[in-house]
């Protein structure tokens, strides 16, 4: 049965639809429509109508804090941590390109986080895939408890472990698809299904995917959110996160506690964000074309132990990839021959890899999640979730994809050679 059903989960956020229709209305913008226009048409006009006051095509950067009103309550914005204009129309943007009627954006991905965690009741049990970004692991394990939620992770490759882990007061399912950092796909469809049909809703981090190769909501799911930080922005130059949803009631209550705790993005980062966005469709197709190369290469290799790339024939669930994204992403992790000083190695070794955490933009960056990104897990979790001392997670940027397998290789030869 779906949330809307569901008494005990309605309590949370009301009587909800699972409906996903394929365009929003914004009142800044007008309507724009999913169905009529392409991915990279509605990236560039999606939250981007020129100015009416002076006509120019770029919306300008609106940096007042406060609006003038044409008499007392009659306004269209009021106080810019409430709204603002960069903000409403990055929102749109991100309503338009994941199929959403509501778009959301706040000062960062673990802000997104916390604001969804918000929206549930003290006593509430979350749902969480196993393999979760650390930050989010972070959140639910040493700040969610305080507010009186509860988490248990679970592995969700076989999506039947969900009906074992379900509570009277489970009320959210969260998952990453693919998984951060050893890529693990989650059936977003099979999930959405047994969630709702229990009475519970689906958030979905997007971010290593973004809506060009992924849109969960077409598939299920209640809420998607992104670390726009990453490939929406693009540029490794802006801190943010975003969610979308169609769910009116839920979108009332994400609104509510976007003003009331009040965790926005400036809108200077609105307007970076924005026009990183505007470009998406065209990074995407690189990244992927290179992280393929990366990942062939890497596979060919005698001095490398495994690769894990949603794109090769060899990532167990190529087929659910197949399934359910339109391209297979930018990010790719390998285990390199040897043991963490091989690793440490490597990553001091390459010139156009930079080592250093976080993804997404047009620079090619690396880490070794074991003592940067995942530190924070215990020993135990991670070589459960197979974070081993060797692996290494790669955001394969838009150079030139010779110029970033010449790299790997010296790196590659020259890290091992020591061993």
């Known amino acids: 049965m ?58 300008p950067l609106s940096l007042s804090t406060t609006f003038k009103q044409r008499a007392v309550g009659d306004f269209v914005y009021e106080y810019s941590r409430s709204d603002n204009p960069n903000r409403s129309n990055l929102e749109a943007a991100i309503a338009a390109l994941e199929h959403a009627k509501h778009g959301f954006a706040f000062s960062s991905g673990s802000a997104t986080t ?13 749902i969480s895939v196993n393999d979760v970004y650390g930050g989010t692991h972070r959140y639910l394990t040493k700040v969610a408890g305080s507010l009186g939620i509860e ?39 099979a999930v959405s299904s047994i969630a709702h049909e229990i009475g519970l809703f689906v958030a979905v981090d997007n971010t290593f995917l973004s809506p ?36 009116d009631a839920l979108a009332s209550k994400i609104r509510f506690l976007q003003n009331a705790i009040g965790a926005v993005p400036s809108p200077f980062d609105c307007y970076q964000a924005q026009r990183g ?9 690189q990244h992927a074309i290179n992280a393929q190369r990366v990942a062939e290469y890497l596979e060919a290799s005698s001095l490398v132990d495994s690769v894990i ?15 359910q994204m339109r391209g297979f992403g930018g990010m790719v992790s390998f285990r390199i021959k040897g043991d963490t000083h091989t690793a440490d190695r490597f990553l001091q070794r ?50 030139d994809a010779d110029d970033l397998i ?12 020591e061993n």
Do not use: C
């Open 309 to 323: 790339y949603p794109g090769l024939k060899s990532h167990p669930q190529h087929g659910l990839a197949k399934q």
């Open 350 to 399: 390459t010139h156009l890899f930079t080592l250093a955490e976080s993804l997404g933009g047009v620079e090619s960056l690396a880490e070794l999640p074991a003592r940067m990104t995942h530190a924070g897990l215990a020993p135990e979790e991670r070589n459960e979730l197979g974070i081993t001392e060797n692996l290494i997670r790669l955001s394969v940027g838009v150079e």
């Open 212 to 247: 060009y190769f992924q849109t969960p909501l077409d598939l299920g799911a209640d809420i998607v959110v992104h670390s726009a930080t990453k490939y929406l922005n693009g540029h490794s130059d802006v801190v943010m996160g975003v969610a979308a949803t169609n769910n």
């Open 277 to 285: 966005i505007k470009t998406l469709h065209l990074r995407m197709r």
């Open 151 to 189: 988490t248990s992770f679970v592995d969700l490759e076989d999506v039947e472990n969900l009906r074992d882990v379900v509570r009277e007061n489970t009320r959210l399912v969260w998952i990453e698809t693919p998984t951060n950092p050893t890529l693990r796909l989650v059936d977003i469809a």
């Open 2 to 59: 779906s949330p809307a059903n569901n008494p005990s989960a309605a309590a949370d956020v009301n009587s909800v639809s699972l409906a996903a229709p394929r365009h929003f209305t914004h009142a800044h913008s007008g309507p724009v429509s999913a169905d009529r226009y392409g991915f990279g048409t509605l990236a560039i006009h999606a939250g981007a109508a020129p100015d009416p006051a002076t006509g120019a095509v770029i919306p």
């Open 114 to 126: 916390a604001t969804i965690l918000n929206t549930l009741q003290p006593g509430s049990h979350v």
């Open 406 to 417: 010449a790299d790997i290789a010296q790196a590659l030869e020259s890290a091992v050679s």
